[in-house]
């Protein structure tokens, strides 16, 4: 299938880790799907809401929840659970979305010479 060879680049789409609906897997992960959920809906509020400037300091903090979740699982201080990786993803996702609109505003609204 075409859409899951496009989301391997991407995603390592183990089917215990992917959000089921019904008896269809999602193509990709929920932390992944956090991702993209997160970074969908920070798009969406921003057309309606005065977006705030982002930080690297935010950008990287908000990365934090998500590495000691994969760090946590990895070591065995618990198991996976699809909960936390998406609310990880979601965090990271909306902040990544929002870093790179203000660095893109940013880009274009300076002045040529």
């Known amino acids: 299938m075409f859409l899951s060879g496009v989301y391997s680049n991407v995603c390592h789409q183990e089917n215990l880790k992917c959000i089921a609906i019904g008896n269809t897997s999602m193509l990709v992960c929920s932390r992944c799907a956090g991702i993209y959920f997160g970074a969908f809906t920070a798009g969406l509020l921003s057309l309606f809401l005065i977006v705030p400037s982002i930080s690297k ?8 929840p998500l ?17 936390s990786a998406f609310a990880s993803g979601l965090v990271f996702g909306g902040v990544v979305y929002l870093f790179l609109l203000n660095e893109l ?7 040529p010479f």
Do not use: C
Request: no cysteine.
């Open 57 to 64: 300091r935010v950008l990287i903090l908000s990365a934090i």
């Open 67 to 83: 590495a000691m979740d994969v760090l946590f699982m990895l070591i065995g201080v618990y198991t996976y659970s699809q909960g």
């Open 105 to 111: 505003e940013n880009l274009f609204s300076k002045k």
